[in-house]
């Protein structure tokens, strides 16, 4: 029989982890995330994790399972979620993978790009430009190289942006030139369910869920991980705003509001990199879950 993925996208704050504890109940299976910083267990409140009772509701893999001091990227994690992937479908016919990460659900799902070598000196060069003129200046940059990589990569992110930078002047083409290529095809299908609402809805959710993270002890978390804000898997939002009021550089009304605000920016960038693919199947957010099986169980035994 044939194997399926069923993959949960969209904008954070939609319901996506609600929505996968349904879908795995019902069809007696398990779920993989592929939230790129629910991976570290030193971070919990500032990532949305799945709670203990989430967590008890369905059996849940990739979270929680590294240390931000550890050296993890999405070709480790592409490895690992396949290889997981391969044990579990040798019991079961569906598999849940969720997440709001599109290059990590995107690894899994269809495969890496493959990029040319180049030169290293390009990105010493970048780091260096990083550390004395700012990020800002290195997102200007991508965005005369290359403006389709400036308005869909994780522009607040270091990596990302001198990743995206080193191709395009390592190879005189614009990094995203060389996306969505043929990849190594799945031994398995995917069912892609997108969660979306109106803007506002969504910024609304957003906001919400901010005051929630900052009564639930959002700003203890992040005190406790000051002594690391050098590591990118602290580059967060959420985390990045608290280290500027711990360091002294802003309020913290001015702080909860830039993680409100950056969070907004990341919500409207996800629905950019997910409205790319037309094979997505998008539900409202309040969508019954009943409606939702029905249209996965049309493809599954179409």
Not at 67 to 89: H, R
Request: aromatic residues 10%; charged residues 25%.
């Amino acid at each position: 029989m044939t194997k399926f993925l069923i993959s949960i996208v969209g904008p954070t704050a939609i319901g996506k982890t609600a929505l996968s504890i349904k879908l795995a109940q019902h069809f007696k299976t398990e779920i993989i995330s592929a939230d790129s910083r629910q991976f570290f267990k030193d971070m919990h409140i500032g990532t949305a994790a799945p709670n203990k009772e989430e967590l008890a509701a369905a059996k849940h893999h990739f979270i929680h399972h590294k240390s931000i001091i550890d050296n993890y990227n999405v070709g480790a994690f592409e490895k690992e979620a396949l290889q997981c992937l391969e044990t579990l479908f040798k019991t079961k016919d569906v598999v849940i993978i969720v997440g709001g990460s599109g290059l990590y659900v995107d690894a899994i799902t269809k495969g890496l790009d493959d990029f040319p070598e180049v030169d290293s000196q390009i990105r010493e060069n970048l780091n260096a430009d990083l550390e004395t003129k700012g990020l800002p200046y290195l997102q200007e940059q991508l965005k005369t190289l290359d403006i389709t990589s400036y308005n869909t990569i994780a522009i607040d992110n270091p990596h990302r942006v001198t990743r995206a930078l080193e191709i395009c002047i390592g190879t005189n083409k614009p990094y995203s030139s060389f996306l969505n290529k043929e990849k190594t095809k799945r031994d398995f299908k995917t069912i892609t369910i997108g969660l979306t609402a109106d803007r506002p809805i969504i910024y609304n959710r957003i906001n919400q869920r901010v005051d929630i993270m900052m009564q639930a002890g959002l700003l203890k978390e992040v005190e406790s991980l000051l002594p690391y804000q050098h590591l990118n898997a602290l580059n967060t939002v959420g985390y990045k705003e608290l280290f500027n009021y711990l360091n002294g550089d802003w309020d913290l009304d001015f702080a909860i509001s830039e993680i409100k605000k950056n969070t907004r920016r990341f919500a409207k960038r996800q629905l950019t990199w997910f409205k790319k693919d037309e094979s997505i199947l998008w539900f409202d957010y309040l969508s019954d879950v009943e409606v939702v099986i029905k249209s996965i169980e049309v493809k599954i035994f179409d």
